[in-house]
Structures are given as C-alpha cells and as structure tokens.
C-alpha cells in the first residue's frame, strides 16, 4: 500500500489510505490534485502523466 496525499492550493496536504478514496475525494473537490498508482479505475476524474 502506498501512501497517498492530496494536495488543494492554499491547504495542507489531506492523506487518504486508498486509491479509491483519493478519486473520491478529487471527484467531490474541484482543483484538487490526487497521486494513485498506475493500475487505479479513473473513472469520472481527468489524468494528468508524469514521467
């Protein structure tokens, strides 16, 4: 399991235990920026690749 944060301009970092409850989060929370791993559903959420 990974450790997971959201980050949301001008608020400290909100940390979620799963991939699931990251997208949820991002889902609800317009501007927020989530980190899942490569293989999560992103189902209703915009991807944005880093390499």
């Not at 235990?17 to 949820?24: C, L, M, R, S």
């Amino acid at each position: 399991m990974a450790a997971i944060r959201i980050c949301r301009q001008g608020t400290p970092a909100v940390e979620k235990k799963t991939d699931a409850e990251v997208i949820d989060y991002v889902k609800r929370n317009s501007g927020s920026i989530g980190y899942v791993l490569a293989d999560a559903d992103l189902s209703g959420v915009k991807e944005i690749k880093v390499n």
